[in-house]
C-alpha cells in the first residue's frame, strides 16, 4: 500500500516522477495517405460534411509525420522525461488485420529511436479512437471480431517495438469511444444506436484484456495499463436524491469501467438501472477483462455537478452549471476534484500506480506577437491541478506521473482546429510551433521537480 509522503515540502513532487506531454496520432500526423497508411472512421467521418467544426479534417494536422524530429527537439526544451503518443492502427494494418504495411511500422520505429536518443521514454496508446475502416465496415466495435482484431494488431506492434517501448496503454477513453461514437454519434463512426452502447463497452474491454497477455509476453518487463476519461461526480444539493443521482452518475461514467478492469465484474446498481440493455456475455470474458495491469491511466479535465431528474431515464441525472472559471471547451476549472478523484482511486480500487496520462486546458490563445503567447488562464489551470496532484501523492496516493494535454495546439476531433490545448501554439497556415508561456511555465516546473511562481 503506497505510504503517505509527508516528506515532500508542498509544491515538490518525488525525484523519480514521470514528466511528459501527451498526443494522439489522428490529431497530430497528417499525411493519411502516405506510405501505405490505409483509411480511419475519423478520415471517413471528418470527410463527411457537418461532422466536424468548418469541416476540418486530419488530414495535415500538425505534418507531425514529417516534422517529428523537430518535435522532439519541442519536447526537448519542455525537459519532459516522457512522452505518450499513438499508434495508428491504419498505418500498421491498412485492413484493419492480415496484411501487415512496413513502413508504418518503419515510421514509429524511427519515432521510438528519436526519442530515447533524446532521453524522453516513449509510452505508447495503442488506440487512440483512429478504427481503420475496413473493421467498421465489417461491424465495427459491435462486433466482437474487432476485440480479436485488436489483439492481433497489438501483437505485430509489440513484436516490432516491445524491446524498446517499456510503457503502454491499451484504449484511450474507452466511454468516449462507445458513447460518442455509438450513442450520440458525435464523434466516429457516428452511430446512434443507444442498444450498442453496452456491447461496444464490453467489446472493448474485451479487446483491451485480450492485448494485455500479448504485450507482456512480446515486450517483457514492460508496464501495462489502460487510460480512463473519469468524472467525479458532486450531488449539487444535499438532498438524498441527488446524492443517489450522482452515484448513478459514478455508475455511468467511473464504475462501470473500473469494476471490470478491478474487481471482476459489473457494478450490480448499474446492471439494475440498464437493466435490458446489458449485453449478455461469456463468463470467462471477465477473467480475460481483468488481467492485472501496472497503472491506470487517467484523464481529467473536469468534475460533474448533478441533480435528479424525473426526466433522462435510465440514469435520471441532469447536470447542474455551477459559478466558476470555464474554459473554451465549456469544462468548469475545479482542481479539487482531480485531488478528489485521486483519492477515491486509491481508496475503492488502490491500483498499482496511478499516472495522470492526460489534464490541460483549451483557450482561445491569440497568434504569436514578437514571439510569445501569453496564455495565463492555462497556466494557472496547469499550476491549480498539479498542486492537487501533489496534494494527493503526499496523502498517499501512488500517482507517478503526469503527461500534459497537449504538446501542441491539434485537431480538437468534432471541434476541429477550433480548441487550442497546447503548450506551443500552431500556425496552420505555416505549421510553426510556438511556445506558450504556459510551456515554458512547464518546463520550469519539470526542470525543477516543484511548482515554480
Ligand atoms: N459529451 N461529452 N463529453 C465530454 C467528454 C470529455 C472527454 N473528452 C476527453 O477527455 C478528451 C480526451 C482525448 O483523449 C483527447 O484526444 C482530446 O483531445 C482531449 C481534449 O478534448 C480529451
Known sequence: MSQPRTDLAPGRFPADFTWGTATAAYQIEGAVREDGRGVSIWDRFSHTPGKTHNGDTGDVACDHYHRWQGDIELMRRLHVNAYRFSIA?????????????????????RLVDGLLAAGITPWVTLYHWDLPQALEDRGGWPNPDTSKAFAEY??????????????????NEPWVVAFLGYFTGEHAPGRKEPESY????HNLLLAHG????????????????????????????????D??????????????????LFTGGY??????????????????????????LDFLGVNYYSPSFVQHSEGNPPLHVEQVRVDGEYTDMGWLVYPQG??????????????????????????????????????????????????????????????????????????EW????????????????????TIKDSGLWYSRVVAEGQLVP
Open 414 to 433: 468534432a471541434f476541429g482546429y477550433s480548441k487550442r490545448f497546447g503548450l506551443y501554439y500552431v500556425d496552420y497556415e505555416t505549421l510553426e510551433r
Open 198 to 201: 453496452l456491447p461496444v463497452v
Open 89 to 109: 492502427w491504419p498505418r500498421i494494418l491498412p485492413e484493419g488485420w492480415g496484411r501487415v504495411n512496413p513502413p508504418g511500422l518503419d515510421f514509429y520505429d
Open 210 to 241: 485480450l492485448a494485455v497477455p500479448v504485450i507482456r509476453e512480446n515486450s517483457r518487463d514492460s508496464q501495462v495499463g489502460i487510460t480512463l476519461n473519469l468524472t467525479h461526480a458532486y450531488p449539487a444539493g444535499d438532498s438524498a436524491e
Open 154 to 171: 497489438a501483437d505485430v506492434v509489440t513484436r516490432r517495438l516491445g524491446d524498446r517501448v517499456k510503457h503502454w496503454i491499451t484504449l
Open 267 to 292: 457494478p450490480r446498481d448499474m446492471i439494475d438501472v440498464f437493466g435490458s440493455w446489458v449485453p449478455s456475455f461469456d463468463e470467462s470474458d471477465l477473467g480475460v477483462i481483468g488481467a492485472p
Open 338 to 411: 482531480l485531488y478528489d478523484l485521486l483519492t477515491r482511486l486509491h481508496r475503492d480500487y488502490s491500483p498499482a500506480a496511478i499516472v495522470i496520462t492526460e489534464n490541460g486546458a483549451a483557450y482561445p490563445d491569440e497568434p504569436p506577437v514578437e514571439g510569445r503567447v501569453h496564455d495565463p488562464k492555462r497556466v494557472e489551470y496547469y499550476a491549480s491541478h498539479l498542486d492537487a496532484a501533489q496534494r494527493a501523492i503526499r496523502d498517499g496516493v501512488p500517482l507517478r506521473g503526469y503527461f500534459a494535454w497537449s504538446l501542441m495546439d491539434n485537431f
Open 243 to 260: 446524492e443517489a443521482a450522482a452515484k448513478r452518475l459514478d455508475g455511468f461514467m467511473n464504475r462501470w469501467f473500473l469494476d471490470p
